[in-house]
């Protein structure tokens, strides 16, 4: 009856059953609040349990240790016994141990973990011995966690076993998803050398018979016997290059093809994004745009404008094809080509030097083999009688073709010495070059402060077109037109303008401009423009202005 009572009653606190082995300890959910758990009182042969208060709040007790077999029960009666005690938790579950102190407590050993949490449920009962009252025959009992080395070792072992029986369950599902080893090369014989030279020629199965032939190189299965074998396996191999280099062909002029009419049609695209801008511009002439309602015109100048940027980005796309086809096609051209900066005359006057040096170097090597057959030449005239032998007309003709070479040599070490004079003109004329830009440059920042001193109007005009002029030789030629012409639109609108009024107004100048170049111009000269932000709120407007007679003040 205890037995079943108690089994109740963990499931109704902890909601598992208590009765499987195996199951390590899971807290239990929390409780309702409003839910009382019933304690009963509980009789014995040997004594009685009386239930504690259920208005007193439940005890505290420890941490419950991992793999916890052993409880802590204190609150024995003095004449409790062990046999009492086993009357009592034996009814619980198998106890392996009984640890009692003289004092009034005890620790019990049980061989499952499950046993634990029914003793928890008889902590707080109070212990009568039989009918007595006195004070040796009764005690309250205190259940709680102990923790004990043969619990923990056992819990450890528990979960090296769980963690080998993981590790090889997830060797085994590896094993299962791994794909399949590749097939051991086999080695050589004369069996398989004949299907592997069928293999090479053929060119679905080249790949993976070639790979065959190397391992078999690298193997060492290569000998004197069966080395004709191998030589026309790789002669085989050899001519597979003409069938790849053809493959390439091919494909290259696929891909040129492919080109071509991947440009022919964005250039068909082009033409009709051109058509569609040309009838947005159509419609925004004054004759037709004044009959569209204003949210028709709203959407209109919308549309004009995602068309416009659609077409600009299209066009800059079909432009940098173009480039790139033209970079292709000059690149033989550039490899001939030296670098500027490497081919100035300070360079090219340091390499003719060079060149100089090793042709005096020559020389004097040809000048003492010269000498040398002069030297032999006379003693060999001297000890012998004077008749001519086949060694002394070879070396009369080495003599001749030394002296000729040496002749040459002399002609082109003149030759060199006059280009390197002339470069050396160049380069001092270069330097003169620089130093009159420079006294120019000098000479202009003289006469802006000047004019900043003077600042009177006829002196601002001669020295603005003096400076012009100047800037005229020195900056770039394909920024002057347009910088001039946002110049003198932003001069005539001191308060600025957007970057898209001023490209509306250049894109009628020019039309292949766009928004981009313009902003990159203005970015280009701050000394000349500046960007300024209008508007409060919702209107706030980033304008340019003209600011270029900002530092000329007058009095």
């Known amino acids: 009856l205890f037995h079943s009572h108690v089994c109740v009653c963990l499931g109704m606190m902890t909601g598992m059953n208590p009765m499987m082995p195996g199951l390590g300890y899971v807290p239990p959910p929390p409780l309702p609040h409003d839910l009382p758990i019933i304690k009963e009182i509980i009789h014995y042969q040997s ?52 640890r009692k102190s003289k004092k009034n407590f005890c620790h019990i050993r049980f061989a499952e973990e499950f046993t634990v949490d029914r003793a ?16 040796k025959d009764t005690g309250r009992l205190h259940v709680d966690f102990a923790q004990a080395r043969d619990d923990l070792y056992e819990w450890e072992c528990r979960q090296r076993l769980y963690a080998r029986e993981e590790r090889h369950r997830r060797r085994m599902e590896e094993d299962r998803f791994r794909p399949p080893s590749p097939p051991p090369i086999v080695h050589y014989s004369d069996h398989e050398c004949c299907q592997l030279g069928d293999k090479i020629k053929d060119e679905a199965a080249f790949a993976e018979a070639v790979h065959v032939l ?45 080109k071509d009419k991947f440009k022919t049609a964005l250039s068909g695209i082009l033409a009709q994004f051109e058509q569609i ?35 600009n980005m299209q066009n800059e796309e079909l432009m940098g ?30 390499a003719l030097k060079e060149e100089n040096d090793s042709l005096r170097c020559q020389l004097d090597a040809y000048r003492n083999e ?15 009688p004077p008749q001519h032998s086949e060694e002394d007309t070879i070396r009369q003709q080495q003599l001749t073709f030394l002296q000729q070479a040496l002749q040459g040599m002399q002609k082109q070490l003149l030759k060199m010495c006059e280009e390197m004079k002339q470069r050396e ?14 006294s120019q440059v000098q000479s202009l920042k003289e006469g802006l402060e000047s004019l900043k001193k003077t600042r009177t109007p006829q002196m601002l005009n001669y020295m603005l077109i003096w400076y012009f002029s100047l800037i005229d030789s020195c900056i770039d030629v394909s920024v002057c037109p347009s910088s001039g012409i946002i110049s003198t639109f932003l001069h005539v609108h001191p308060f600025g303008a957007s970057i898209e009024y001023i490209f509306s107004y250049l894109q009628q100048l020019d039309t292949k401009i766009n928004t981009g170049q313009v902003g990159a111009l203005l970015g280009r000269l701050p000394c000349t423009f500046r960007q300024e932000l209008t508007g409060v709120g919702a209107s706030l407007e980033k304008r340019w202005k003209f600011c270029g007679f900002e530092g000329i003040k007058t009095k």
């Open 425 to 438: 003109a160049e380069l001092e004329k270069s330097v003169e070059d620089k130093q009159q830009l420079e």
């Open 321 to 350: 094809i173009r480039r790139e086809e033209e970079m292709e096609m000059s690149d033989d051209d550039m490899e001939d080509t030296h670098d500027p900066d490497d081919s100035g005359p300070v360079a090219q006057v340091e």
């Open 120 to 135: 928890l449920f008889l902590s707080g009962y109070r212990m009568r011995l039989g009918s007595s009252t006195d004070k």
């Open 370 to 384: 010269v000498e040398l057959l002069k030297q032999e030449q006379g003693k060999n005239q001297e000890h012998t």
């Open 214 to 258: 190397l391992t078999w190189v690298e193997r060492g299965e290569v000998n004197r016997r069966n080395a004709n074998n191998f030589y026309s396996m790789i002669q085989s191999s050899n001519s597979h290059i003409r069938q790849l280099m053809s493959q390439k062909a091919t494909h290259e002029k696929e891909l040129e093809v492919a």
């Open 277 to 311: 801008v040309s009838v947005f511009h159509a419609a925004s002439k004054q004759k037709a745009w004044d009959h569209f309602s204003k949210a028709q015109r709203k959407n209109l100048d919308m549309w004009r404008k995602q068309a416009e940027e659609i077409r």
């Open 47 to 98: 004594c009685t349990l009386f239930p504690p208060n259920p208005n007193l709040p439940f005890p505290a007790m420890r941490e419950r240790p991992p793999g916890c077999k052993t409880v802590f029960v204190g609150g024995l009666p003095e004449n409790a016994t062990e046999a009492l005690i086993v009357e009592v938790f034996g009814q619980l579950g198998e106890i392996i141990a009984i």
